[in-house]
T-cell receptor
Framework: DVKVTQSSRYLVKRTGEKVFLECVQD?????MFWYRQDPGLGLRLIYF???????EKGDIPEGYSVSREKKERFSLILESASTNQTSMYLC??????????????FGPGTRLTVL | QQPVQSPQAVILREGEDAVINCSSS?????VHWYRQKHGEAPVFLMI?????EQKGHEKISASFNEKKQQSSLYLTASQLSYSGTYFC??????????????FGKGTSLLVTP
């Protein structure tokens, strides 16, 4: 089974802190994604990566950056956390596009609270 | 960019059927369906590709109207375990966003005894 793990289930940080959210997948997937999930807004894409050291902005990249130094690990960085970044953060991974094989596998999520 | 899902919420009795719709304003290459139970990660249910290929859950079916850029998820003879929030995710045909999906806001489904 594909496993996507995230470093923390719950995180509490203060405004202005630099925050690192880590995601690791164990199935050699090329693609990795970071979403935030807020009530009534669904899943919104922050950043994604289709290869090591490659990154692409999603729909809401402002205030975030990412790092992918190794294929299995994709990090989301909040440079200076703000209260409006309080949210559930979900990481996902998928194989490269190949017909029916690009289903996404999600991690359990990190609920981040910024005070 | 976000696909539109309808209805926003539905309540069923066990054994009843439901249809959840997903509509996009863009030409689509694929539509994905996921279910998320409370406090858990979204789980893949179904993918429908332009051209008719499908892959997914045995007990759940879906359709993809390529001309209308619409997909529907059919839940028949619903079980209590079907409760959760259903998301569609779409991949545009002319997307330069790699394999990223645009997700709808979700449809909350509650199946009661």
């Amino acid at each position: 089974d594909v496993k996507v793990t995230q470093s923390s289930r719950y995180l509490v940080k203060r405004t202005g802190e630099k925050v690192f959210l880590e995601c690791v997948q164990d199935m050699d997937h090329e693609n990795m994604f970071w979403y935030r999930q807020d009530p009534g807004l669904g899943l919104r894409l922050i950043y994604f990566s289709y290869d090591v050291k490659m990154k692409e902005k999603g729909d809401i990249p402002e205030g975030y950056s990412v790092s992918r130094e190794k294929k299995e690990r994709f990090s989301l960085i909040l440079e200076s956390a703000s209260t409006n970044q309080t949210s559930m953060y979900l990481c996902a991974s998928s194989l490269a596009r190949g017909g029916s094989y690009n289903e996404q596998f999600f991690g359990p999520g990190t609920r981040l609270t910024v005070l | 960019q976000q696909p539109v899902q309808s209805p926003q919420a539905v309540i069923l009795r066990e054994g009843e059927d439901a249809v959840i719709n997903c509509s996009s304003s863009k030409a689509l290459y694929s539509v994905h369906w996921y279910r998320q139970k409370h406090g858990e990660a979204p789980v893949f249910l179904m993918i429908l590709l332009k051209g008719g290929e499908q892959k997914g859950h045995e007990k759940i079916s879906a359709s993809f109207n390529e001309k209308k850029q619409q997909s529907s998820l059919y839940l028949t003879a619903s079980q209590l375990s079907y409760s959760g929030t259903y998301f569609c995710g779409t991949e545009a045909s002319n997307s330069n966003s790699g394999y990223a999906l645009n997700f709808g806001k979700g449809t909350s489904l509650l199946v009661t005894p």
